[in-house]
C-alpha cells in the first residue's frame, strides 16, 4: 500500500542544468527483483539483432556490438534523472526498414541508415532544448497523426507476413507463441484471472519472457530452428568490424541527398516518438498519484534531450534499425506495478528502472543468455512486431476525431505500408486540403468518439497536452 500520509519528497541528486544525476549505491539503491528480471529479459534486446543482420548484412557478432552499445546507453536514462525504462521505437522498426530497403545493400544502405538516424538525433535535442516538442505536434492535423500511427501498425504486421517474412520460417512457432501472447496481453479473461489471482498476477508481471523461453522449445520440436547449443564465458561483440565497415569511421558521411531524402520519414518516426514520450508521461503520472511519498519527475524535455543524444551518438557509433526510444512499454508497466506497492516494494523509481537497465547490460555480457535465446530471435522480433501492430493500429484509431478523418488515415496507413513516409506524408497533406480546406490544422469533431465530446466540454488550452496521446491503456501497451 502506498504511504498517504509521508511528506512527498524526491530521491536526492546532484543538479546539471536539466538534468539530476543519480549514481547507483550513492543516491539509490539496487533493487535485485527488477535487476534479476532484467538479466533475464535482455533476451528482447537481442531480437534487434536479426533486423541488422538481414536489412544491414551483418555477421551475428556485428550486431551484438551495436546492441551491447545501445545497451549502454539506455542506462543514460535514469542516470540523468529520467525515470523510465527506454527502449526501441517499436513501432517506427518497420517503417524504417522499408525505407532503407530502397538503397542497395551495402554502403549506400548503411549511409541511408545514418543520416536517419542523425537526423532524428539532431531534431529531438533541438526540440527538447527549446521546448518546442508540443507545438510541433499540435501542428499535424488529427487524421495525419492517425494514418501513420496506424500506418506503422500495418507495417509491422506486413514485415511478418510478407513472402520471405518470419512467418513462413517459423509458422508453427510464431502461431502459438503469438496466440500466447494475445490471451496474455490483450484477453479480458486472463485480465479477469490475475485479478483473482495472485499467481497469474505475478505471471502477468514477466511480460512476453515466458513466450520466449516457451519458443526456445517449441521452435526445435517443430523442426523450425535447432536447439540452442549453450556456451560459457562472456560475449564477444566485434566493435572494430562495426567500426570499419558500418559506421562514418570506415565508410565516411552520407551525402546531403540522403539527408534529404530521410526527412518525410524521419518526421512519421518523430510522431510515433511523441506519442511514446506522452504514454510514458501518463503511466508515470498514475504512479506519483499511488507514491505520495516521492516526487516522480519525468520531463518531456530532458526526455528530448536524452534519447535524442542516444540517436545522434549511435548513428555515428553503431547504426540501430531499432533505434533509441524513451520508453519500453511492457517494462515500465511492470516496474511501476511495483512501485506502488510503496517504499518497502521499492524505495525509489529511479531505482527500479536502474537496476532493470543494470540487469539487461549484465544479461548481453553472459554468452550462455546470448547463446539460449540465439536461434529463436526471429520469433521474439515477430513477436514484439505483431504485438506493436495490434497496438498501434488501436492508438492510431483513437487519434482521429471524425469518420472524415478515420477514411483519411485509412488511405495514408495503407500508402504508408506500401509506398512509404514520403508518398504518405504527401498524400495526407492533399487528402486534407481537399476535404477540410481552410480548417486544415483543426479538421472536425463529429461525435464518432466519445472523447472527443467530452473533450469538446474541457478544451485544453492552446499548448496543452492532447487527451487523446495522453490516455494510453498501460496494458495495451505492453509490446515495445
Known sequence: MSN????????????????????????????????????????VDLAAIPLMTELLGMPFEVALAVVMLNGLLYLVHH???????????????????????????????????????????????????????????EYVPSAIKSGIIVGAGL????????????????????????????????????????????????????????????????????????????????????????????????LGMPPLSMFISALPTMLAVYIIVFGDVLSAKSLLDEAETVRTDEVVDYNADRSHLIFGARNAFMSIFGPDVAMCGPKWAAMLVVVIERFK???????????????????????LLLLPVVTLVQPILGVALSLTLLIQGYVSVRLGILEARSQRDLG??????????????????GIGVVLCLLIYGKNFFKGEVDGTFAKDLKAADTQPAKGAESPTATKRVAEEAMAD
Open 4 to 43: 498517504t500520509t509521508a511528506q512527498r519528497s524526491e530521491s536526492p541528486y546532484i543538479p546539471l542544468g536539466p538534468f539530476k544525476v543519480r549514481l547507483p549505491f550513492i543516491h539509490y539503491k539496487i533493487e535485485l527483483p527488477d535487476y534479476l528480471q532484467g538479466l533475464l529479459m535482455c533476451a
Open 79 to 137: 542516470l540523468l534523472g529520467d525515470p523510465t525504462v527506454p527502449g526501441w521505437i517499436t513501432p517506427a522498426v518497420p517503417l524504417l526498414m522499408a525505407y532503407c530497403a530502397q538503397f542497395p545493400e551495402g554502403p549506400e544502405r548503411v549511409h541511408a541508415l545514418i543520416a536517419f538516424q542523425l537526423m532524428l538525433g539532431v531534431f529531438s535535442i533541438a526540440l527538447g532544448a527549446t521546448g518546442m516538442a508540443k507545438k510541433v505536434v
Open 155 to 250: 507495417s509491422a504486421v506486413i514485415a511478418v507476413f510478407q513472402v520471405g517474412g518470419k512467418f513462413n520460417v517459423l509458422p508453427w512457432t510464431i502461431s502459438i507463441a503469438v496466440g500466447i501472447a494475445f490471451y496474455l496481453i490483450f484477453s479480458q479473461h486472463f485480465n479477469e484471472l490475475k485479478q483473482r489471482n495472485r499467481f497469474w498476477w505475478n505471471f502477468a508481471k514477466l511480460g512476453i519472457l515466458p513466450i520466449i523461453l516457451l519458443a526456445v522449445v517449441i521452435a526445435p520440436l517443430f523442426g523450425e530452428a535447432p536447439w540452442p547449443t549453450i556456451q560459457w564465458g562472456i560475449s564477444k561483440p566485434d566493435f572494430a568490424g562495426l567500426w570499419s565497415n558500418y559506421t562514418v569511421f570506415g
Open 341 to 363: 506497492g510503496g517504499p518497502k516494494a521499492m524505495k525509489s523509481i529511479i531505482g527500479g528502472v536502474g537496476s532493470f537497465r543494470w540487469g539487461t547490460n549484465t544479461g
Open 408 to 425: 483519411i488515415a485509412g488511405v495514408i496507413g495503407a500508402v504508408l505500408a506500401i509506398k512509404g513516409a514520403s508518398w504518405a506524408f
